[in-house]
């Protein structure tokens, strides 16, 4: 297998990222929809999603560095589905189980342990539930879990055709 296709992906990976990221500062910026702290944290693995495959498609790596980039851009888009999908959980919770409003994200860096700020902010707030946008029916939430998910998938093709490919031209020694 050549590794052209991997690069085409890499690069592909990265203007998906850099699109969707752009529609989320459209709609942070230009819409006035405020994130909240979940949806900051999709945010960061989506931008650091994005720089991994922007990083990879200009590097054009050999094999073994194609699996390192892949694995790492497909663990960002995994822990990016796993935050949408704790946030479109928290959706079909009735908000008065949740807190009304949580610190600040200065606050929680300045005086809480990364563990604790974790914490807080995956129990979600007000905030986190609020559906103040949808296209076709579907919240912000849970574009960005397809979203994650069809990066996942883009991701396992393009490893199992490393692999696949290295199990038909094995490499001589």
Not at 59 to 83: E, K, Q
């Amino acid at each position: 297998m050549s590794l052209a296709p991997s690069r085409s992906l890499f690069f592909l990976a990265f203007m998906a990222g850099a699109l969707t990221l752009g529609a989320s500062f459209y709609l942070e910026f230009g819409a006035s929809l405020r994130p909240c702290f979940l949806c900051q944290i999709q945010r960061i693995f989506l931008a650091a999603f994005t720089l991994i495959n922007l990083v990879a498609a200009i590097h054009n790596p050999r094999r073994s560095a194609v699996c390192l980039y892949g694995l790492a851009g497909m663990g960002c888009a995994l822990l990016g589905a796993i935050t949408a999908v704790r946030q479109v959980l928290l959706q079909n919770v009735a908000s008065d189980q949740l807190a009304d409003c949580g610190p600040s994200l200065h606050y929680m860096i300045e005086n809480l342990s990364l563990w604790q700020a974790l914490q807080l902010t995956v129990k979600g707030t007000v905030d986190c539930v609020e559906i103040n946008w949808t296209l076709f029916d579907l919240s912000l939430p849970e574009w960005s879990l397809l979203f994650f998910l069809g990066m996942l998938v883009l991701g396992a093709v393009q490893f199992s055709g490393v692999l696949m490919g290295q199990r038909l031209h094995p490499t001589r020694h």
